[in-house]
């Protein structure tokens, strides 16, 4: 069981940044690909970022694409999503969540084994 926590979130005008971080339990996460996700109320959620292993490969959904970087430390078993030049519509729930899968297509929330509870993102207008 690996166990995933998310902190960083919170209200932030549009224009604004915040940095969120997934802490994660147990002593291999040097293998686990990682992912973010986000949700809004009634909606499915949907993929943001990704990150392999080795932080050597990293994929974004198009609408983060220059503006969110997601980066990890194998060190202190982190793995976080810098957010910039945040708008409103990324105002959501944000989601990390670990895959010890390979070749998966990161996009797909079944493609990930252990999810986070959650971090509020609101970004004002």
């Known amino acids: 069981q690996v166990q995933l926590v998310e902190s960083g979130g919170g209200l932030v005008q549009a224009g604004g940044s915040l940095r969120l971080s997934c802490a994660t339990s147990?002593?291999?996460?040097?293998?686990?690909?990682m992912g973010w996700f986000r949700q809004t109320p009634g909606k499915e959620r949907e993929f943001v970022a990704h990150?392999?292993?080795?932080?050597?490969?990293?994929y974004y959904t198009d609408s983060v694409k220059g503006r969110f970087t997601i980066s990890r430390d194998n060190v202190k078993n982190t793995v976080y999503l810098q957010m910039n030049n945040l708008k409103p519509e990324d105002t959501a729930v944000y989601y990390c969540?670990?895959?010890?899968?390979?070749?998966?297509?990161?996009?797909?929330?079944?493609?990930?084994?252990?999810w986070g509870q959650g971090t509020q993102v609101t970004v004002s207008s």
């Open positions: 969540a670990v895959t010890q899968k390979r070749s998966i297509d990161y996009a797909r929330r079944d493609a990930y084994d252990y």
């Open positions: 147990g002593d291999r996460f040097s293998s686990y690909a």
């Open positions: 990150i392999s292993w080795s932080g050597v490969y990293r």
